[in-house]
Nanobody, 121 residues
Framework: QVKLVESGGGLVQAGGSLRLSCGAS????????KGWFRQAPGKEREFVAA????????YYADSVKGRFTISRDNAKNTVYLQMNSLKPEDTAVYYC??????????????WGQGTQVTVSS
């Protein structure tokens, strides 16, 4: 069974930091594009960041640019999202995803179950 599993979410004060991790089981995703998305209560899921299989291409949503950093360790089959200078509006369930092919902002083949990030003011 192919699974993506996020971890690292939690409660943090505004201005704080968290690092999310997304591990995989059931297959190797080293050749896959990886992405992070989030969904706040009452809102649609939105793109946060994506990284190509080699790490050579990276994209961020404007709302997180300069504060979040996506990275990957293919040896560990893991993708990370370092989140700094967190704001209350970053509060959401964060999902990792994987897709074959180039970076896309919506269409992914595999999704994790999500991890809650709550930023208090």
């Amino acid at each position: 069974q192919v699974k993506l599993v996020e971890s690292g979410g939690g409660l943090v004060q505004a201005g704080g930091s968290l690092r999310l991790s997304c591990g995989a089981s059931g297959r190797t995703f080293n050749s896959y594009t990886k992405g992070w998305f989030r969904q706040a209560p009452g809102k649609e899921r939105e793109f946060v960041a994506a990284i190509s299989w080699s790490g050579g291409r990276i994209y961020y949503a404007d709302s997180v640019k300069g504060r979040f950093t996506i990275s990957r360790d293919n040896a560990k089959n893991t993708v990370y999202l370092q989140m700094n200078s967190l704001k209350p509006e970053d509060t959401a369930v964060y999902y990792c995803a994987a897709r074959q092919g180039s970076i896309d902002f919506t269409v992914y083949d595999y999704w994790g179950q999500g991890t809650q990030v709550t930023v208090s003011s």
